[in-house]
């Protein structure tokens, strides 16, 4: 995708950057809302190599993810929180890359939305258990993406997919906590009993 410049940014009203934290390759997809249909600004991933250590390479995903805020300069950053698989290493690692990532956007004042694997599917594709593959197709359809513009990585569609969550959660009405019985309204409400 062609990279927008810094003039070209400001037409959007709000940018959302949806990130796919991982240690060996970290998905990003930025979204920008001119109205009330979401576009694609940019979307990728960055490999890190296997043979650098695993704190250097949280140290480039830090570094990444700046560069991204510095760039894109979104108003919100959408997350996808680790998957809770059996292996444990893994999974501290996944939580490390993801907290560095989100380290990183708030030392930029980035809010952060973190969102499960689940939702996301569901939000994109009406199925939690859905492949990476049919998320991505459903992307390409929900957003008009021709599909040479798709990167090869799956990261970098579940990034664009966490944002799109995170855009689809952020345009819902918020329900109001009201009185669940009589008794609770009366006390919320004394003036207006009598």
Do not use: C
């Not at 990130?19 to 979401?38: E, F, Q, W």
């Not at 459903?138 to 664009?160: G, N, Q, T, V």
Request: cysteine-free; proline content about 6%.
């Amino acid at each position: 995708m062609n990279v927008p410049s810094s003039r070209q940014m400001r037409r959007w009203q709000r940018v959302i950057i949806g990130i796919d934290p991982g240690t060996n390759v970290m998905g990003y997809g930025v979204l920008g809302l001119a109205s009330r249909t979401p576009e694609v600004i940019d979307l990728g991933a960055i490999k890190f190599k296997a043979t650098e250590s695993h704190y250097l390479r949280l140290r480039r995903i830090h570094e990444s993810v700046l560069r991204l805020v510095e760039q894109f300069l979104p108003d919100e950053m959408a997350i996808e929180a680790p998957f809770f698989g059996k292996n444990v290493q893994s999974m501290l690692k996944l939580g490390r890359a993801q907290g560095v990532a989100m380290v990183a956007a708030l030392s930029r004042d980035v809010p952060i939305t973190e969102y499960e694997p689940r939702k996301i599917k569901m939000a994109i594709t009406g199925n939690g258990a859905a492949s990476k593959e049919q998320v991505q197709e459903m992307l390409r359809r929900i957003l008009k993406i021709e599909r040479e513009a798709l990167p090869a990585e799956l990261d970098a569609s579940d990034a664009l997919a966490v944002a799109l969550t995170h855009y689809y959660e952020s345009a819902r009405p918020q329900k109001t906590a009201g009185p669940h019985s009589w008794k609770e309204f009366v006390a919320r409400n004394p003036d207006k009993v009598r």
